[in-house]
């Protein structure tokens, strides 16, 4: 049973995917869960990028993306103390929405 803190974060909300996003930084715990929500026809790529100095970023996944799509993605273990999502468009539009719950234990 979970005894610890947790919070949840909007990364992004109701992102405009017709020109490029990135989002403000989110300062994690040990452990978190990334939602990503795609509609519309977007064409690009989301980068999930992290850092432990909230200056340089680096990035830890990808997700070439060519229409919508909803993605969960659990991290149970991450070392990094900050991350961010960075859209880069190709081309079409859409509406991009990240959500982050992160848990100290």
């Known amino acids: 049973m979970f005894s610890g803190e947790a919070k949840n974060i909007s990364i992004v909300s109701s ?15 040990s452990a978190y869960a990334l939602e990503i929500s795609v509609s519309g026809s ?20 990808n997700q070439i993306i060519s229409g919508a799509l909803d993605r969960l993605y659990n991290v149970p273990d991450s070392i990094y103390k900050y991350i961010r999502i960075r859209w880069v ?17």
């Open 89 to 105: 468009r190709t081309s079409g539009s859409g509406t991009l929405s990240s959500r982050v719950r992160t848990l100290r234990y």
């Open 15 to 29: 992102g405009d995917m017709s020109s490029n996003i990135t989002s403000e930084a989110v300062e994690l715990f």
């Open 42 to 61: 977007p064409v690009g790529t989301i980068y999930l990028e992290g850092s432990n100095d909230d200056t340089t970023y680096y990035e830890v996944a």
